[in-house]
């Protein structure tokens, strides 16, 4: 006796949910943070801001102790980002992962599939260095300027420190 080919499917579906679990459940959600550093294996004079905000970053600047700015070259803004996660065994990319499960046997069964949205934004700046040599002797006298916001609303102004430059090369 032949069995149904979506009696197959439901009979593996537990062992599918136990091994996407296996990886120890879900990963953790963002949480509002504005960070500034040197990248390891970057570039030793850009200074790079991600900041995860409920506020779109709109302008970073680096100011100088003698009171001078540098203007980030440019913000990457990603609001509410998605993300889709599951099994997807659709090879027609207009079908947005919402294909059918290629089992043996199994005929026309829909793939598990799932999608969201973070209520929250992601930014990311770059701000170079006019003279690195000076930022390294005085680092700790620099400070970053970070403007949040869409206009027409209230912008919300915000500083921080200036990360310490990585170690010198020797």
């Not at 599918?16 to 959600?29: D, I, K, R, T």
Request: proline letters at 12%; glycine letters at 10%.
């Amino acid at each position: 006796m032949r069995r149904n080919p979506l009696a197959r499917f439901a009979s593996l579906l537990p062992l599918l949910l136990v091994a996407a679990c296996e990886g120890g459940g879900l990963a953790p959600l963002p949480t509002e943070s504005v960070s500034a550093g040197f990248p390891p294996h970057g570039l030793a004079d850009v200074i790079v801001i991600d900041a995860t905000d409920r506020l779109p970053l709109r302008q970073a600047v680096l100011i100088a102790p003698d009171g001078s700015v540098v203007p980030a070259d440019a913000v990457d803004v990603n609001e509410r980002p998605r993300f889709a996660s599951g099994l997807s065994a659709s090879s027609d990319p207009s079908h947005g992962g919402l294909g059918e499960l290629s089992l043996p046997g199994a005929i026309g069964v829909p793939a598990i599939h799932s999608e969201g949205q973070l209520l929250i934004t992601m930014s990311k700046a770059s701000i170079p260095l006019p003279d690195a040599v000076a930022y390294r002797r005085d680092w700790q006298h620099y400070r970053i300027r970070l403007d949040f916001g869409s206009p027409p609303g209230a912008i919300e102004t915000r500083e921080i420190p200036a990360p310490e430059p990585l170690p010198a090369a020797g």
